[in-house]
T-cell receptor
């Protein structure tokens, strides 16, 4: 599985958009980009995933560059409850065999009033 | 509601004692996972199971054991052979969709006294 690089920490003002970058320059053509987040002392929560196209759901938007070597998770209107560690992971889709999600250190996002 | 339940949430153990952490899911997922998380670190895979009566070692299986006798249950035993067992333990199951998102429990925090 391709490795990812994320900044260790970011700050964002409440109500503003939070843009969390992720580099995955060695991503393969069949690998998806996943985002999870972990609020302190809780289990990680799935946010969104994508392959090539930009994706949006009720939680966030995922922007993947055309060459797929990087992506950005966008929280359009950050709230204090969005303060968490955000993990960017790349992995092949489930094919019937074992697929391991590798969680690195992630980006610690602090949303402040 | 469907989900993953881990128990106990907090556990204290004396050195030399085995302890078993419970993980139950009612999501009808085939695959289940155990991760360990140390302070400020990402998640490391201990064991995983893709189907009942089958399980495989992850990256840090030494000192741990698991069983998968029922689809909905995947208990983890931390044995006395685990040299540094104090950690936050997370159980997850994987959806059967093509992209296989993980659903996590709330975690169990084990402290060895």
């Amino acid at each position: 599985d391709a490795k990812t690089t994320q900044p260790p920490s970011m700050d964002c003002a409440e109500g503003r958009a939070a843009n969390l970058p992720c580099n995955h320059s060695t991503i393969s053509g069949n690998e998806y980009v996943y985002w999870y987040r972990q609020i302190h002392s809780q289990g990680p929560q799935y946010i969104i995933h994508g392959l090539k196209n930009n994706e949006t759901n009720e939680m966030a938007s995922l922007i993947i560059t055309e060459d797929r070597k990087s992506s950005t998770l966008i929280l359009p209107h950050a709230t204090l409850r969005d303060t968490a560690v955000y993990y960017c992971i790349v992995r092949v889709a489930f094919s019937g065999g074992y697929n391991k999600l590798i969680f690195g250190a992630g980006t610690r996002l602090a949303v402040h009033p | 509601d469907g989900g993953i339940t881990q128990s106990p949430k907090y556990l204290f153990r004396k050195e030399g004692q085995n302890v078993t952490l419970s993980c139950e899911q009612n999501l009808n997922h085939d695959a289940m996972y155990w991760y360990r998380q140390d302070p400020g670190q990402g998640l490391r895979l201990i064991y995983y199971s893709q189907i009942v009566n089958d399980f495989q070692k992850g990256d840090i299986a030494e000192g741990y054991s698991v069983s998968r006798e029922k689809k909905e249950s995947f208990p983890l035993t931390v044995t006395s052979a685990q040299k540094n067992p104090t950690a936050f333990y997370l159980c997850a199951s994987r959806s059967g969709s093509h992209t296989g998102e993980l659903f996590f429990g709330e975690g169990s925090r084990l402290t060895v006294l």
